[in-house]
């Protein structure tokens, strides 16, 4: 894949200027697992991450243009979402082909959007009862 010259990072949280290295809040992926920035170069996938925040969900095909976070406790009503523009400098794709970049410096945020989670509704739903019973522990 081509590098591209935007990436996207999606938060629950309002940054300001710089995103700093840390360890991501999803573990579940073996290359999450250092301290870092992570970026994507889907929008669409970064609004997914800044959608799950915190709070119990999953997602059954993240890299999908169709992807859905579901939420199993409770719905992200009436809260703020981020999604933050990048330059890729710096940045590697890790794993190749994942659409997922890192990079071990902080990096300067470019452009900043917002957006409630009215607005993102197309992107997630609430779990079903059967998929509350089965991700729900």
């Known amino acids: 894949m081509k590098k591209p010259k935007i990436l996207f990072h999606g938060s629950s949280h309002k940054i ?7 360890k991501p809040a999803d573990r579940t992926f073996k290359y999450n697992s250092q301290n870092g920035v992570y970026a994507t170069d889907r929008f669409g996938c970064a609004i997914g991450i800044s959608l799950a925040g915190k709070q119990r969900v999953f997602v059954k ?53 917002i957006y409630s989670t009215e607005q993102l509704r197309k992107y997630w739903r609430m779990a079903t009862k059967e998929e509350k019973k089965r991700y729900g522990n």
């Open 61 to 113: 095909n993240y890299i999908s243009r169709n992807f859905k976070i579901i939420f199993i406790e409770k719905p992200p009503i009436k809260v703020k979402r981020f999604i933050y523009e990048v330059s890729s400098e710096g940045f590697k794709e890790s794993p190749k082909g994942s659409h997922q970049w890192f990079s071990k410096a902080r990096v300067k945020i470019l452009k900043t959007h």
């Open 16 to 22: 300001r200027n710089y995103l700093k290295p840390r």
